[in-house]
Structures are given as structure tokens and as C-alpha cells.
Nanobody, 123 residues
Framework: QVQLVESGGGSVQAGGSLRLSCAAS????????MAWFRQAPGKEREGVAA????????YYADSVKGRFTVSKDNAKNTLYLQMNSLEPEDTAMYYC????????????????WGPGTQVTVSS
């Protein structure tokens, strides 16, 4: 059974940094795609960043390009999201997700989800 568990969320002031982690288990980590999504209150869930598990392409939402970096450690089965220059608009629940046969940031293609970790950025 696939399990994804996020950690690393918290409260930070604008301009600060956080690093999110997602520990994966029960998943063919080396052959598929993992991604970060976020959802703010009253808004739809949106893709933030995605990465092929074989070390290939990465994808970023325009709103986070140059500020966020997605990476993974295959030995530890862990996905990361380094978030720098955080803005109040980044405040949301952040979710880790995994997909088979697809890599991008379309919510409907991801069948495995973690419970989320809250990120709050104050001005």
C-alpha cells in the first residue's frame, strides 16, 4: 500500500525559507513521478512542482519559478521542496502526490496523496 507523509511545514515571515519533505513507502519510487500541490482556503488545488523519479525533467508553476526547488533522494525514498523568498500568497496546505505513467501538474493524474502539511507566510 502506497503511503506518503509530508513534514516540514510551519509559520514563517515573508522572505523566509522552508523545506518540505515527503517520505514515500510501498511505491515503485524509481520509475514514476512525484509532485507537490497546494490548496489555499476557498481555492482549487494547484500544482507547484513535479519531478520524474528517474532523475529527469522537473516542472514548476510560474508563480514559484526561481523561488522553489523540487528534488528527491531515491536512497531515502524522500521528495523535497525547498521554498525560498516565501510570500504571503504561498500560504496553503501543501500536499505530496505520486503518479504512474504521467508527470506534470494535473491533479487528476495523481492517484496517491499525503495528508498535507500547512505552510503559513505572514507579511
Amino acid at each position: 500500500q502506497v503511503q506518503l507523509v509530508e513534514s516540514g511545514g510551519g509559520s514563517v515571515q515573508a522572505g523566509g525559507s522552508l523545506r518540505l519533505s515527503c517520505a514515500a513507502s510501498g511505491y515503485t519510487y524509481s520509475s514514476n513521478c512525484m509532485a507537490w500541490f497546494r490548496q489555499a482556503p476557498g481555492k482549487e488545488r494547484e500544482g507547484v512542482a513535479a519531478i520524474y523519479n528517474n532523475g529527469g525533467s522537473t516542472y514548476y508553476a510560474d508563480s514559484v519559478k526561481g523561488r522553489f526547488t523540487v528534488s528527491k533522494d531515491n536512497a531515502k525514498n524522500t521528495l523535497y521542496l525547498q521554498m525560498n523568498s516565501l510570500e504571503p500568497e504561498d500560504t496553503a496546505m501543501y500536499y505530496c502526490a505520486a503518479a504512474v505513467g504521467y508527470c506534470g501538474m494535473s491533479v487528476r493524474h495523481f492517484g496517491y496523496w499525503g495528508p498535507g502539511t500547512q505552510v503559513t507566510v505572514s507579511s
